[in-house]
């Protein structure tokens, strides 16, 4: 790491739940993950949005990791890689899900000095593995050697010439006021397009297509047009929003991995037969639109 690098990490950052956050886009909002993962207890809800408690974060990156929009922000720990190598530390443990991320990037062996910091690691490792499995991809594998490891060293001259190089670099990674934020870079969909890691499918017997769904959506997995309901699972990150959203609990989301499969269901466009208005259905059974069908429904309700 070079000396600005050192520099800026040991900068004091705070961790921050921005807007892109689910329960920012909808009060119906579910996911909890975020608070799941936070073994400091520094995450709680206020007024049913999450907030960082500044006095118990510690920054281990557990929160950026598990949220399924990267709404976290902040600077995700740095992990000590050598030769495409990740080195096996005391500090916080990787999530699975930077294991799959940094096993893009190259890094397929785990090296340690001894096996005392390998144990708190090994259960990530083993789940990392299952899922590199059905991903088709080289399991990761741990060696015990000696590490060496060299200090940055410079003279003066080398010092300002590198410290513009490097400063230059940096400058072109940091947002204004944040310096760089590393929530953006833990979606999973990026680095595996082949592969979708959830599995949506539609009630086409309850779907009513309002639509909810697709315009709260950011990653865009739902899309209702005139003529097909499409469903584009190898972008979602399972934040299982457009489940709560939808109004007649028609969607399911499994959390699965499999090659990418679209689906669509055909759209079908009819007259009611009651307000003689054209509607959209997934149904070839449907003779009225929904506004009549409710309508109905209410009107048999108060005559009993």
């Known amino acids: 790491m070079g000396l600005l690098s050192k520099w800026v990490e040991s900068l004091d950052y705070e961790y921050e739940i921005l807007t892109s956050c689910t329960h920012h886009r909808s009060p119906r909002s579910t996911c909890e993950k975020c608070l799941d993962v936070c073994e400091e207890e520094a995450i709680s809800f206020v007024k049913g949005k999450p907030v960082i408690l500044r006095k118990n974060c510690v920054e ?12 976290v922000a902040g600077i995700f720990p740095k992990r000590t890689v050598t030769e495409n190598k990740l080195v096996i530390t005391s500090d916080h443990k990787p999530t699975v899900k930077e294991l799959l991320v940094l096993h893009k990037k190259g890094v397929n062996e785990l090296i340690s000095e001894n096996t005392t910091t390998i144990e708190p690691w090994k259960h990530v490792v083993d789940e990392a593995n299952v899922m590199l499995k059905q991903l088709e991809k080289e399991p990761f594998f741990i060696t015990i050697k000696a590490l060496e490891m060299e200090e940055d060293r410079y003279s003066r001259r080398e010092l300002f010439s590198f ?21 953006d870079q833990l979606d999973l969909a990026k680095y595996y397009p082949d592969y979708q890691f959830t599995a ?18 950011s990653k865009k997995c739902l899309d209702i047009t005139e003529t097909g309901f499409t469903l584009t699972a190898q972008t979602c990150s399972y934040c299982q929003l457009c489940v709560d959203v939808c109004p007649e609990k028609a969607i399911t989301i499994e959390d699965k991995i499999m090659k990418v499969n679209d689906v669509q269901y055909p759209v079908l466009n ?34 009993h």
């Open 60 to 71: 281990c990156g557990n929160c950026i990791s598990a949220c399924p929009v990267q709404a």
């Open 163 to 183: 410290w513009k190089k490097e400063s230059e670099s940096l400058m072109k990674q940091v947002a204004p006021a944040k310096w760089r934020f590393n929530h």
């Open 200 to 217: 949506i499918s539609v009630d086409v017997s309850k779907c009513s297509l309002c639509k909810a769904c697709m315009f709260l959506c």
């Open 270 to 303: 009819k007259t009611c037969n009651v307000c003689k208005n054209s509607f959209e259905t997934l149904r070839e059974h449907d003779e009225k639109c929904v506004i009549c069908t409710k309508q109905e429904g209410l009107g048999y309700l108060s005559s």
